[in-house]
């Protein structure tokens, strides 16, 4: 599975490397991992008004929410990153040809049929399975939900980065 990465260095800041010495280097992890955890937010944004999959889809690249709620930030060693833990999210993103479905998300659809059209048991089955032959013959559109915020989470990151660097400066 792709997975999309930015990866922010210290070097971009070099003019306060001077000023700051050996303070430059924790200040910048922080807050890189500050700005990660801006990035949340602005996924979870992108993720309201993210464009349909589909010519049959609306706005919004999620349904229960599960997708949305799944936006985290970790801590590295060096830094932060930002990701979505749903299994499905680089399809999200990137989309699908038109190819068979998995047995996985056929279980997938199973639960979302029973949410949406509130059948179950062999009902359900039956109207999955219908829909997974569906999905064979369409491909899915990337909604390049994370790709397409690299900038603005550049830019919240760099934000957070600044402020920590500004306050190594101001410290004695």
């Known amino acids: 599975m792709a997975t999309v990465t930015i990866d922010m260095s210290a070097s971009e800041w070099v003019g306060y490397v001077k000023k700051l010495g050996e303070r430059l280097y924790p200040a910048a992890v922080r807050g890189v991992r500050a700005g990660a955890l801006r990035c949340i937010p602005i996924m979870q944004t992108r993720t309201d008004f993210a464009p349909p999959a589909s010519d049959h ?8 929410g599960l997708y949305k709620a799944a936006w985290q930030s970790s801590s590295l ?5 930002v990701f979505n833990s ?21 279980q997938n659809l199973e639960q979302w049929v029973h949410r949406k059209l509130n059948l179950s048991g062999d009902a359900a089955k039956a109207a999955a399975f219908a829909i997974a032959k569906t999905l064979e ?4 559109r990337a909604r390049e939900v994370m790709s397409g915020g690299t900038d603005e989470m550049t830019d919240a990151v760099q934000a957070e980065v600044r402020v920590e660097l500004d ?6």
């Open 77 to 81: 060693a060096n830094g932060a990153s």
């Open 167 to 172: 306050r190594e400066l101001t410290r004695k």
């Open 86 to 106: 749903r299994p499905y999210a680089a399809v999200i993103d990137y989309g699908r040809r038109a190819a068979a479905v998995s047995r996985a998300g056929i």
């Open 57 to 64: 889809g609306s706005v919004g690249a999620f349904d229960t």
């Open 137 to 140: 013959k369409r491909p899915l």
